[in-house]
Structures are given as structure tokens and as C-alpha cells.
């Protein structure tokens, strides 16, 4: 099966990287479950020496989610933040990177409490506001680390305009494109040299896989991603390549519903009297509602967030979901709810938090694929 150069989004979501198997025809990439392969004599082999280094399942995974963010080569790795570890290994002591202020917690704790051990450092700013972008570079800046929907309070950054800015300053951009998923906004298009994903979440879909995955366009990135790695060994396995596989083949369309639902309940709870605030990229009321359509043009997807009056109220509504699952993660194909204060952002200090805009009353949903009506029915039972 021969992919078509100019083969339209879903067609290479089901068919990049995946050849029939030459030894029975299977169509569906097998789990190459082994740790070493038989070489045939010495210095002569079938391009495979041992799994740490090559493994043909998670080889295919790789070319898959190339061709889906549009990149040069894709490299998979053990969860999420061992990809953002790989991004940050390119660095040097002495190095200075401008993140995110709104970043997942995961990564401000690597950045905070690890990587500064080590001589990197961070300067955290909004990065939906370019000139506090501009003014954050320093002779010594590197790395550009930008996460556009931010998790949870899904602000929004331009990633041409970070791009261009990043490129002329000489420093690279990678982008973590998690929360959109590459159905929805394309990073490497809009001047990204680097993307990654927590493939734990859309990419996979089903919520039993733990794993993570960068993207590179430069030869320079390709070349020491490959290095690195092999050589501290953070792999995603063949059996986790293999779900994410199967998660990739129905992207496109479990990103319709998850944004069709997304939209709903944000619209829904907009109208709440007990909702003191809605965050979500595709209401009109969004301050960033243009950028969000002209940047992801193909909808907001599902994750949006609210606030009630209190955390008190925010803790009765959490404890009351019957549908719903209360539980950290997100992009499964069932609506997860969640307490970034306390849960996903408890690494975060307090009062970096406020600064961000993420209170103590605020509660994250990841839409799900269910009947919209089952969503609203436990939502309003819950908040009354």
C-alpha cells in the first residue's frame, strides 16, 4: 500500500508508516515482543541489532506521527516528560530557555527542580503576549518551550509570530501540542522546530498507554534525538507503539466528537448561574476566540475548564459526577474531570497559580465521546 504523496490528513493518520507484514501479510503492524535479534554473520544484519536501539513497531509508530505533524523524523519515548527531557538534553549549562508561564506542572518541576541543578536556565512569561517574549531572550537563550492551549487555562499563543521571533533571535522553538492534537493545530507548519506530545493522551485515545514522542525537522535535532535516545534508553515499548498505532488509525474522528462535546458543554455551562467562569477556545467570549480560528482552524477540541464560587463548591461538584470519572489525564475517548490545584498543577506553587490564573474553585474537563445529553445530564446534577 503505497501512501500517495498528496494523501489528505486521515488517509496518513490510518496509512503512514504501516506496510503490510512481509512474513504473513498481516495488515496491522505485529508487536515486535523482543529485546535482541539473530544476526545472520558478523557485521551482517536485517537493520536491527537490539531493541533499545531499533524495534520495527515502534519504527512504524515513529513514521506515522512524522508524516502526521509533518516532520522530518519522530522519536518515541517512555511517557510525556522523558520527550521533554529529550528536547532539553540539546541544552548546555549556563543555557537559557523561555517557557510557557502556564505550563503543564510536570514540566515546571523538571525545569524547577531538576534541570536548574545542572546550570539550564528558565524564564517562565505569558507567551500569548509577544513583546513579553521578546523581552525575555537573553544572549544565552537556546530554546523557546511553548505550550499553546495551556493547560488548564487554555490560553492561546501565535506560533507564526513566536516562530519568526525565535528564528531571527537564533534560537529554536519546540512546541507541546498535546491538548490540540495534530487534527487540530500543525506547529511544524506555522515555524515549529520541535513538537512533542504526551501521547498518553489523544494520540492514543483509550487511556492504557503511558508515553511520550518529539518531532524534528532539523537534521541537527534528528541527529541527536536518535543519540540520545539510545543511549539513556527512556523508549517507548512495542506494546505501547503498538495501542498508540491503533489510536492513531481513528484520530480524525474522535477528535469531531471530543470537540463537538468540548463545545457543547462549554456553551452549556456558560448559561450556568452557578459557573462563574468558562474557558474554552471556541466561545466568542474567549479572549483569544480569533487567534483560536484562525490557529485551529478545524475546532478547539475537548478540553475546556470553569470556575464556581468557591473550593468548597468546586470540591461538592467534583464529588457529585456519576458519568464523569474523577481522575488526572486526559484526551481518552471518556470524559475525565479534574482539580489542577490539587491534582495535575499541585507541583505548581501557590502563588505562581494565582499569577496564571488557576484558582482554587477552577475544574477541568476533557470531554469525552459520549452522548452529549448523558454529559449535560451529569453536569447538572452535579452542580445543583
Known sequence: ?????????????????????????????????????????????????????????????????????????????????????????????????????????????????????????????????????????????????????????????????????????????????????????????????????????????????IGGVVIATRDEDIEWLRFIQNSAGAILSPFDSWLVLRGTKTLPLRMKQHTANGTALAQFLEKHPKVTKVIYPGLPSHPQYALAKKQMPNGCGGMLSFEVASLDVARQVLNRFKLMALAESLGGVETLVCHPASMTHASVPPERRAKIGLSDALIRISAGIEDIDDLIEDLEQALR
Open 1 to 209: 500500500m503505497k501512501l500517495a504523496k498528496n494523501a489528505r490528513f486521515a488517509t496518513v493518520c490510518l496509512h503512514a508508516g504501516q506496510e503490510p507484514d512481509p512474513s504473513t501479510g498481516a495488515i496491522i503492524t505485529p508487536i515486535f515482543q523482543t529485546s535482541t535479534y539473530v544476526q545472520e554473520e558478523l557485521g551482517k544484519h536485517k537493520g536491527f541489532e537490539y531493541a533499545r536501539t531499533q524495534n520495527p513497531t515502534r519504527a512504524a509508530l515513529e513514521a506515522n506521527l512524522a508524516a502526521i505533524e509533518g516532520g522530518k523524523a519522530a522519536f518515541a519515548f517512555a511517557s510525556g516528560m522523558s520527550a521533554v527531557s529529550a528536547i532539553t538534553s540539546r541544552l548546555s549549562s549556563g543555557d537559557h530557555v523561555i517557557v510557557t508561564d502556564n505550563t503543564y506542572g510536570g514540566t515546571f518541576r523538571l525545569f524547577d527542580k531538576v534541570l536548574t541543578r545542572y546550570g539550564l536556565q528558565f524564564s517562565y512569561v505569558d507567551t500569548s503576549r509577544i513583546e513579553e517574549v521578546e523581552r525575555a531572550f537573553t544572549a544565552r537563550t537556546k530554546l523557546v518551550f511553548v505550550e499553546t492551549p495551556t493547560n488548564p487555562v487554555l490560553r492561546l499563543s501565535d506560533l507564526a509570530e513566536i516562530a519568526a521571533l525565535t528564528h531571527r533571535k537564533g534560537a529554536i522553538l519546540a512546541v507541546d501540542n498535546t491538548f490540540a492534537s495534530p487534527c487540530l493545530q500543525r506547529p511544524i507548519a506555522l515555524g515549529a522546530d520541535l513538537v512533542m506530545h504526551s501521547t498518553t493522551k489523544y494520540l492514543n485515545g483509550h487511556s492504557d498507554s
